[in-house]
């Protein structure tokens, strides 16, 4: 891949986005994607971090909120403890699982990462409560080979998720990287890291991360890549019968991030620093999501990856804005609810907006 591919420019919204897009079918896979009534199981602390993902008991839902209608993925009411390796895996593919997502420490934002080296060669999350490997894999590999790679690691390790690898992208360090804590993550190479997550419209390609500057995309699973392996303990990943809210009038839940979202979004497409502006002027604690926060909205369970359409009915199929800068440069980072992959447009294209206490 080239600094060219990288960074190709549409013509008409502005956007900065990877060159070499990949055909992406139509045909929807709805997942579930709502709300009921539900509690959180109440983890248990260790040295290693908190077992319960450093977020604790999500709690009930209050008296008055109401569900949006999604397929139950559980069968029981309470959140599912993911145990073995199999069922860790489709826990974490499942749209109604998840974790709390972090934020760079420096940005003043909800949920500061925070790492802890436990000193074996892995690193514990102690936002998320997911355990790292501390090093990458030394060679780069194919997709498959990525997989193998972490299957071998150790019993209950595997290849990240997209939105789990995407939990460790700091995007406050410019590029050419690494995007990474780099106290906790030493000498990770600035370039692409693959996940276990399948692109559903083309089975040739898959979701990758790439630590150059911090965006997630497809890529073609015989292109070459680092993994992460990662493991996953019951506390840290919280599944519900059903992960949306409607919270409030207009106001959607995420039981699993513990975010609150605009159900509509914004009126009319607006510049970033209007964006931002008219995120603020909600009043309260409403704001402009983060680059990885408005991740967690996108639903990688669906052809073509996009968010999901009981919870967030008529979402416009395009790009929507974050808060977050692309570090030492002139654009800020944005999300194509069109694909699920992540841009980053001119300050001045009047692009989507979403806002998020």
């Not at 860790?88 to 940005?107: E, I, K, L, R």
């Not at 890291?193 to 898959?206: G, I, V």
């Not at 990758?208 to 292109?223: A, K, L």
């Not at 926060?293 to 669906?302: A, G, P």
Request: charge should be negative; proline fraction near 8%; aromatic fraction near 8%.
């Amino acid at each position: 891949m080239s600094d060219r591919e990288l960074f190709l420019k549409d013509p008409n919204s502005g956007a900065r986005s990877r060159g070499c897009r990949l055909a992406r079918g139509i045909a929807p896979v709805l997942v579930a994607a709502a709300c009921a009534a539900c509690s959180s199981a109440a983890g248990t602390s260790s040295d290693a971090g908190p077992t319960d993902g450093g977020h604790g008991d999500t709690g009930a839902p209050d008296a008055g909120a109401t569900d949006v209608g999604q397929t139950d993925v559980h069968t029981d009411a309470a959140t599912t403890d993911v145990e073995s390796t199999d069922t860790q895996t489709d826990a974490a593919n499942s749209a109604a699982c998840g974790f709390v997502m972090p934020n760079p420490a420096s940005v003043g934002l909800p949920h500061p990462a925070s790492y802890h080296d436990n000193g074996d060669g892995t690193v514990t999350d102690l936002v998320t409560g997911l355990i790292w490997d501390h090093d990458a894999s030394a060679m780069m590999l194919a997709r498959a080979d990525a997989v193998a790679y972490c299957a071998t690691r150790a019993p209950k390790w595997r290849l990240p998720t997209r939105i789990e690898l995407v939990s460790l992208v700091d995007f406050t360090v410019p590029n050419p990287g690494p995007t990474i804590n780099g106290a906790a993550f030493p000498n990770t190479p600035g370039t692409v890291f693959w996940t276990s997550s399948p692109n559903l419209s083309n089975p040739m390609s898959a979701w990758s991360v790439s630590f150059d500057i911090g965006y997630s995309d497809y890529d073609d699973v015989s292109d070459q890549g680092h993994a992460r392996c990662v493991s996953v303990p019951a506390e840290a990943m919280h599944c519900f019968p059903q992960r949306y809210m409607a919270a409030a009038a207009g106001e959607i839940m995420d039981l699993a991030t513990q975010l609150t979202w605009q159900q509509p979004p914004a009126p009319q497409p607006r510049a970033w620093a209007d964006a931002k502006t008219y995120c603020a002027g909600l009043g309260g604690s409403w704001r402009l999501p983060s680059m990885t926060e408005l991740q967690t909205l996108v639903d990688d369970r669906q052809s073509p990856a996009t968010i999901d359409p009981q919870a967030f009915p008529n979402t416009p199929a395009g790009v929507f804005w974050t808060s977050s800068p692309v570090a030492a440069d002139i654009y800020a980072w944005a999300v194509d609810f069109s694909s699920g992959n992540t841009t980053n447009p001119d300050l001045s294209a009047a692009n989507q907006v979403r806002c998020v206490h």
